[in-house]
């Protein structure tokens, strides 16, 4: 099991941030384009950094496996370009870590994320990294988040659950009529 932590829908008006990330309308889009063009950079031996080369891999492990990809679409977005800063410091203190990195990811209805698993360049061999996600748009029936063997579906906004591991296979399908918002951070903790 992942551990409920506790619930943040006091500390931020995340209704706010969403609305502010629809009008904005940026982020790095993934969908089936993107993740051609990745497999097609490795035949070309395109060196990325260690994110990108990961991506690359994962494309690659989706297309072998005969995922559809056209159901593959989502949005990241990151902190400082399309979310304040501060919604980072308010989470970390809540969590008592120290800030690493953060991202919002958003899955529009019908579309999936596949099953993976992330990069994890700030976790090195420490085991003082912990991951969290927050569902962060009022529950939904229909939007589901998968997390090793556990699925996570029509939650409370603002609850947040640690990931029992950082590198768990996970994955999303938005089956509802409204986008689907998790909050993901990574914190460091002086154990
Ligand atoms: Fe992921």
Request: aromatic share 12%; proline share 3%; hydrophobic share 35%.
């Amino acid at each position: 099991m992942n551990d409920y932590i506790g619930n943040c829908k006091n500390l931020i008006d995340w209704n706010k941030v969403i609305e502010n990330l629809e009008k904005s309308d940026e982020g790095e889009i993934f969908n089936k384009k993107r993740i051609e063009k990745l497999i097609e950079d490795i035949s070309k031996d395109v060196k990325n950094s260690s994110e990108i080369e990961h991506n690359k891999q994962t494309s690659v492990i989706w297309k072998e496996n005969n995922y559809f990809l056209d159901s593959i679409n989502f949005k990241l977005y990151r902190p400082g370009k399309n979310y304040e800063h501060t919604i980072c410091d308010i989470i970390s203190s809540f969590l008592k870590g120290k800030y690493l990195t953060s991202s919002i990811s958003r899955v529009d209805p019908g579309f999936t994320v596949g099953i993976h698993r992330d990069s994890t360049p700030n976790l090195l061999l420490d085991k003082t990294v912990k991951r969290y996600v927050i569902f962060i748009n009022p529950p939904e029936v229909g939007q589901i988040f998968i997390l090793g063997d556990e699925c996570f579906h029509n939650e409370e906004l603002g609850n947040i659950y640690e990931w029992r591991n950082m590198d768990l296979l996970h994955s999303a399908a938005n089956t509802s009529f409204k986008s689907q918002y998790l909050f993901h951070i990574e914190c460091k903790f002086d154990i």
